[in-house]
């Protein structure tokens, strides 16, 4: 019974943990306080050095000790960033809120689903864990559809800040709830590993990078996901070079998002209907179309634009996650996630380099033009080496 409580309170947890109503006016905040597209591109840029550094170490913790303590950490880790936030007024008091949150993210990155998973096998439904995650997702950005409406909102006829404030309720209410998760006992496996040695690490980095179809996986999925964190962070941005009002940001952010639970829902069925690799394939063309659209074409039809990205974007995670679960070696599931978490905060910041340059010195069109031809370029390696590559199973 708590197994099945657990994951009902992991569905709860990540609707609060994402009912934040800020971030749907969040870069115009941040530009509202002095801070450039480029200076938010070297918080990003922090912000992965320090998923960096902590991710791998969290992990094998979370591999031997309490996977809820580190979803905990995370969680109260999230309300001290938002008292931070909404106080901040220079480059520094923003780039502390974002290592406070990079280390959250770095606790909570392997323990999350490996706790779920974890979950799932105790209660023999490890088949369902693509659905859970599809579902944990399509909650998440139901969340974040029904915050930006409302934040849009808020933004337009208050302050910015007032979002920020209701949104610093809503990450305590979700702090409360990992209060009540309840630690699922570690199998056999986990439970006959007590300490990290040399070849610990040697195993993990040896699943991660010396498999083939495992390297392919982790390629494609760090890539795209890399590319993605910059719609994410600077479409307000976009959206108001091609003189969106802020008010309409809100009815945005329910189109795109909405295209996220979506995906999320239907990623495991179309999965089954046509196959794995068919599903990666597609959803690569879909978001490199997606993000040449955004370049070439400056106009509120755009918005549809976000919603196919989106859309792919939310088919691609819980296969890329589910993929890596289905093939990790038992007693290091969360540290491998953590060492996957690890590889796709550097293709964050090594593609976020360039884009903050263009985007900054240029205009924002030309730093998306910049992702479309990354993503060009990767979607011609699933062309050329995918279907090769991925026969090592």
Avoid: C
Avoid at 5 to 22: D, E, P, V
Avoid at 102 to 127: C, E, N, P, V
Avoid at 235 to 253: E, K, R, S, T
Wanted: no cysteine.
């Amino acid at each position: 019974m708590n197994n099945n409580h657990n994951i009902i309170k992991i569905y709860l947890y990540t609707l609060f943990h994402s009912f934040i109503l800020a971030y749907v006016i969040e870069r115009l905040f941040w530009a509202s306080r002095g801070i450039s597209i480029e200076q938010v591109v070297w918080i990003e840029i922090i912000y992965s050095v320090v998923v960096m550094v902590f991710e791998l170490p969290t992990g094998m913790l979370a591999d031997r000790f309490s996977r809820t303590t580190f979803i905990r950490i995370d969680a109260l880790l999230a309300i001290v960033e938002f008292v931070i936030i909404i106080f901040a007024t220079n480059f520094w008091h923003f780039a502390l809120a974002i290592v406070l949150s990079a280390i959250g993210h770095a606790f909570q990155s392997g323990a999350h689903h490996a706790f779920i998973y974890d979950t799932l096998r105790a209660s023999d439904k490890i088949s369902h864990f693509e659905k859970v995650l599809g579902r944990v997702r399509a909650i998440e950005y139901l969340g974040v559809m029904i915050s930006g409406l409302l934040g849009a909102l808020v933004a337009a006829k208050f302050q910015y800040v007032t979002t920020y404030w209701i949104s610093l309720g809503s990450v305590i209410v979700a702090f409360i709830i990992t209060l009540t998760l309840k630690e699922v006992p570690k199998s056999q496996e986990q439970a006959a590993q007590p300490t990290w040695s040399k070849k610990d690490w040697s195993q993990v980095w040896t699943f991660m990078l010396s498999k083939k179809h495992i390297r392919y996986i982790t390629l494609i999925g760090i890539m795209s996901g890399g590319v993605i964190v910059y719609l994410d962070e600077f479409w307000q941005l976009y959206m108001q070079a091609i003189d969106i009002p802020v008010i309409y940001f809100g009815i945005i952010n329910v189109f795109g998002f909405g295209a996220v639970v979506i995906g999320s829902i239907r990623a495991t069925s179309l999965k089954e209907k046509f196959g794995f690799h068919s599903m990666i394939r597609f959803a690569m063309t879909m978001i490199t179309i997606g993000f040449l659209w955004l370049a070439l074409y400056h106009h509120w039809f755009s918005i549809f634009a976000v919603m196919l990205i989106y859309f792919a974007s939310a088919v691609i995670e819980p296969l890329i996650y589910g993929y890596l679960h289905d093939h990790a070696i038992e007693q290091y599931r969360a540290t491998i996630e953590s060492a996957y978490s690890l590889l796709s905060r550097l293709a964050v910041a090594l593609i976020g380099l360039p884009f903050g340059y263009l985007a900054t010195h240029y205009t924002i069109f030309s730093g998306f033009m910049y992702l479309a031809v990354v993503l060009t370029l990767l979607k011609m390696l699933t062309v050329v080496l995918g279907r090769k590559l991925t026969t090592q199973v």
